[in-house]
């Protein structure tokens, strides 16, 4: 695959869902070879962190980049989806915070911000991701299989017990029309009756009807966007969770009731079976 970046620099605003705070990214060209950068612009040093998966770190519902103690990068999973999507593999992002806005709680805000300013492919190529082997991880229910393919799909299998939701699944194979068509548009979703308990911890500061879904025991808070959107914005989330390898990937993902924390390990133990440290 041919290594690609954007043609112009853009600077867009938003809320993290989590901190309720607004931050300010400014995400730039890069030249080949340059990989996904972030630059936490509030911090005087040691600012700098690289999309790859020795920077992966477990965060609570969200996904997680952090190159040592006091610089991070948290709820990248949307942006990172659109990057997949598009086989964006050199850029540059300065945030004047920690978590990336949530715009509307899917990737169709970084979609259409991309879409704008155009992609350009670069002269050097970028190896996929390929094993000749099975790869498992699991924790509690949740559960995630790579096998050997020549494609990037994803087999998503959720069953939260709740009656809304109910049991559901798809499968998806990756591409950007897919992406666009399929999952783009799936919303980041949670449920009413833990609400409080996420305030307490600090999270869903930022959250409103506006940028996530909320479940309650016999409704939704809006219409639906698609009659599967719960586990389209999994597939989406896994996605961007495994793009934090840093470059593409082919392999067939089985997923049941996986969390941003197991996407995370996945990756890793992917990394690792590819030797890419």
């Given at each position: 695959m041919v290594q690609k970046t954007i043609t112009k620099a853009f600077t867009f605003t938003g809320i993290g869902i989590h901190s309720g705070k607004e931050v300010s990214a400014t995400v730039s060209p890069a030249p080949e070879d340059s990989?996904?950068?972030?630059?936490?612009?509030?911090?005087?040093?040691?600012?700098?962190?690289?999309?790859?998966?020795?920077?992966?770190?477990?965060?609570?519902?969200?996904?997680?980049?952090?190159?040592?103690?006091?610089?991070?990068?948290?709820?990248?999973?949307?942006?990172?989806?659109?990057?997949?999507?598009?086989?964006?593999?050199?850029?540059?992002?300065?945030?004047?915070?920690?978590?990336?806005?949530?715009?509307?709680?899917?990737?169709?805000?970084?979609?259409?911000?991309?879409?704008?300013v155009g992609i350009v492919s670069q002269t050097k190529q970028i190896a996929a991701i390929v094993l000749d082997r099975e790869v498992w991880v699991t924790h509690n229910d949740g559960h995630l299989v790579y096998l050997p393919a020549d494609n990037f799909e994803i087999s998503y299998f959720v069953d939260y017990g709740d009656p809304m939701i109910g049991k559901q699944q798809y499968s998806y194979c990756h591409s950007k029309d897919a992406f666009m068509r399929e999952i783009m548009n799936a919303r980041t979703f949670g449920f009413f009756k833990d609400v409080e308990a996420m305030w307490s911890r600090g999270l869903a500061l930022g959250g409103s009807f506006d940028n996530a879904l909320v479940v309650y025991e016999d409704h939704y808070s809006s219409e639906l966007r698609y009659p599967d959107e719960p586990v389209k914005h999994k597939i989406l989330d896994l996605v961007g969770d495994l793009y934090l390898l840093g470059r593409p990937m082919n392999g067939h993902i089985i997923a049941i009731k996986s969390s941003h924390a197991l996407n995370g390990k996945f990756a890793q133990c992917i990394s690792d079976a590819y030797n890419l440290n």
């Open positions: 990989g996904i950068l972030f630059t936490r612009l509030d911090l005087i040093s040691n600012n700098k962190i690289i999309v790859k998966p020795e920077n992966i770190r477990s965060f609570y519902l969200g996904s997680c980049l952090a190159a040592n103690n006091e610089a991070r990068i948290i709820t990248l999973e949307h942006f990172m989806a659109a990057l997949s999507a598009f086989g964006i593999t050199n850029l540059t992002i300065d945030m004047t915070g920690e978590e990336m806005p949530i715009l509307d709680g899917s990737a169709s805000g970084y979609i259409d911000l991309f879409d704008k």
